[in-house]
């Protein structure tokens, strides 16, 4: 039996007026997190490291997609070389910088990410936590 789902989402789905842009775009950015395209039928596309975690996919209702104010989606990075892999990828790839890889102090030490807006306008997110300072400053110290 295969590992249980370690994610409390099942997935998420993104919607795209540009849908073979959009499919090339995310074909070549999130491999550099470790995620390859797992399953594909007419308008819709999912990616995932096991499973189909991320889909970009054409509205089902046939009306044009749309971005959501406040609404972004964050991917995990499994160090900081990643997030700058994703970075760069996704700037070849057409997208729009909307902060450069780095740590975000209101995030905490542990953070260390980047911003894209992908080709829709959808705002992206590579992170890496640092398991190590994430344990020791909001697990272990909550323990005692």
Not at 23 to 50: E, N, Q, S, W
Request: contains cysteine; charged residues 20%.
């Amino acid at each position: 039996m295969a590992d249980a789902n370690p994610s409390i989402l099942s997935h998420l789905s993104l919607g795209t007026n540009q849908f073979d842009q959009a499919v090339a775009f995310y074909d070549r950015v999130l491999p550099t997190l470790g995620c390859k395209r797992i399953l594909a039928h007419p308008g819709a596309v999912a990616y995932g490291r096991d499973y189909p975690e991320f889909w970009v996919q054409t509205p089902i209702n046939g009306h044009p997609a749309s971005v959501g104010n406040g609404t972004h989606v964050g991917f995990v990075a499994p160090d900081k070389a990643a997030v700058h892999a994703f970075y760069d990828a996704a700037l070849e790839a057409g997208a729009v910088g909307e902060g450069a890889p780095g740590p975000r102090a209101e995030y905490g030490e542990p953070y260390y990410g980047c911003f894209v807006r992908d080709l829709d306008g959808h705002k992206i997110e590579a992170t890496f936590w640092d398991l190590s300072q994430v344990y020791e400053l909001y697990i272990e110290a909550h323990e005692h």
